[in-house]
């Protein structure tokens, strides 16, 4: 929990109206479109998996929890352009999540949230695809039965051999998944979902985040009693470091909670952890892959900076115009996203399957260091999507 007063350092770097002009945004949007056109080929009724090798996506079948942001990448695709051809990968997605859930292919994990609302809760919304909404419902119980501890309040790590069984977790990523319950609540009149959700929140807020307002990548409880006890990290650089993608689902994530439920907190907690994400960026905006680093050759990881961007955006649809972070979010964002289309959209000396380049996706496990990712993708194309169509509906 956020107790000293977080102040933006160097104010005057984000002081200021700052829009990207209009010709960059269509000219990347046209750059992605044109890039994901020509991988039709490969992922009509196929996934990619969670991160390229050599920067390129490996084939494989919706079992990870990276296949959502697949989907609702070609769909964010789709209405951006009004191209029938991303609509039709969409359509040849869409029956693999029943598949899944009903064969409980890699269903046992947290992250049913990630997979299920940027495909099927947005097909529902984009598209009024009613099988998408009952399974999207479906999963939501699911998450809900299989995942959520009653007496933590928090939605479970998923146990693995990566921690000792005598302890529990959750994580920062979780706040990604607590929207399908805050949807599926209201969709469905589940007050428990809604709860479950607010819960998850407040617990992040409670022991996620530090005093410092930056963020532990997990957070661990004892087993049986769900007594906490201390924040480790996974993906990040130390136990006592800020993650910057985990740190990113939090940019992101209490701005959705705030949408459902209007709790003063989640706008104190976000403009904390937002100003200490901008207090440790490089001189170019494109996070490092962890924000102890803030300069140096230390891997970046972009992705990190767009779901900012998203998350940024969204608070400024709830803040009033006098709120003294809203304009800072609004040329934070600006200038992030375009730090992203200048610095990893471009020629690297060879040829990259992601919409940008600079993700890492998991640095201490070896995976995906400096190469694509497709949340790196998703939320590009998100964040563009942001820009360009304010009236966007949020597939979350
Ligand atoms: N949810 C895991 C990650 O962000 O890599």
């Given at each position: 929990m956020v107790t000293e007063k977080i102040i933006l350092q160097n104010p005057e770097r984000f002081a200021g109206e700052y829009t990207i002009s209009k010709e960059k945004l269509t000219g990347a949007i046209e750059k992605a479109a044109d890039k994901l056109e020509s991988q039709i080929p490969r992922f009509k009724e196929a996934f990619a998996a969670t991160c390229s090798v050599n920067y390129k996506y490996p084939k494989t079948v919706n079992n990870n929890w990276i296949c959502g942001m697949h989907t609702g990448?070609?769909?964010?695709?789709?209405?951006?352009?009004?191209?029938?051809?991303?609509?039709?990968?969409?359509?040849?997605?869409?029956?693999?999540?029943?598949?899944?859930?009903?064969k409980k292919i890699a269903m046992e994990d947290h992250d049913v949230g990630f997979v299920f609302s940027p495909s099927c809760v947005a097909a529902y919304k984009a598209l009024g695809d009613e099988n998408a909404r009952q399974v999207?419902?479906?999963?939501?119980?699911?998450?809900?039965?299989?995942?959520?501890?009653?007496?933590?309040?928090?939605?479970?790590?998923?146990?693995?051999?990566?921690?000792k069984p005598e302890y529990c977790r959750t994580m920062m990523d979780t706040l990604m998944?607590?929207?399908?319950?805050?949807?599926?609540g209201q969709e469905a009149g589940r007050q428990e979902y809604i709860d479950a959700a607010m819960s998850q929140n407040k617990i992040t807020e409670q022991y996620l985040i530090r005093e410092d307002a930056s963020s532990n990548h997990h957070y661990q409880f004892e087993l049986e009693t769900h007594k906490p006890l201390h924040g480790v990290t996974w993906q990040g650089f130390s136990d006592d470091s800020c993650w910057s993608r985990g740190h990113a689902w939090g940019v992101y994530g209490f701005p959705i909670a705030y949408s459902y439920s209007k709790e003063p907190y989640l706008v104190d907690v976000h403009k904390d952890i937002t100003y200490y994400m901008l207090n440790h960026l490089p001189a170019d905006l494109i996070p490092y892959w962890d924000l102890v680093f803030v300069d140096g050759d230390q891997p970046r990881d972009s992705s990190a900076g767009v779901v900012s961007v998203c998350g940024m955006d969204e608070m400024c649809k709830y803040l009033p115009d006098d709120a003294p972070q809203k304009q800072i979010f609004q040329n934070a964002s600006a200038r992030m996203l375009e730090a992203v289309i200048d610095n990893?959209?471009?020629d690297i000396g060879r040829e990259y399957d992601g919409l940008i380049c600079h993700v890492t996706a998991a640095l201490p496990q070896r995976q995906g260091i400096d190469e694509c990712a497709i949340y790196g993708d998703y939320f590009y194309l998100e964040a563009l999507c942001r820009m360009v169509k304010p009236d966007w509906k949020r597939y979350w």
């Open positions: 990448t070609f769909l964010l695709a789709y209405e951006l352009t009004g191209n029938k051809k991303f609509r039709e990968v969409v359509e040849s997605h869409l029956p693999t999540y029943k598949q899944r859930l009903d999207a419902l479906d999963a939501a119980e699911h998450l809900y039965n299989f995942s959520y501890s009653k007496k933590g309040g928090f939605i479970l790590r998923v146990a693995s051999q990566q921690h998944n607590a929207p399908l319950l805050f949807w599926a990893c959209t471009g």
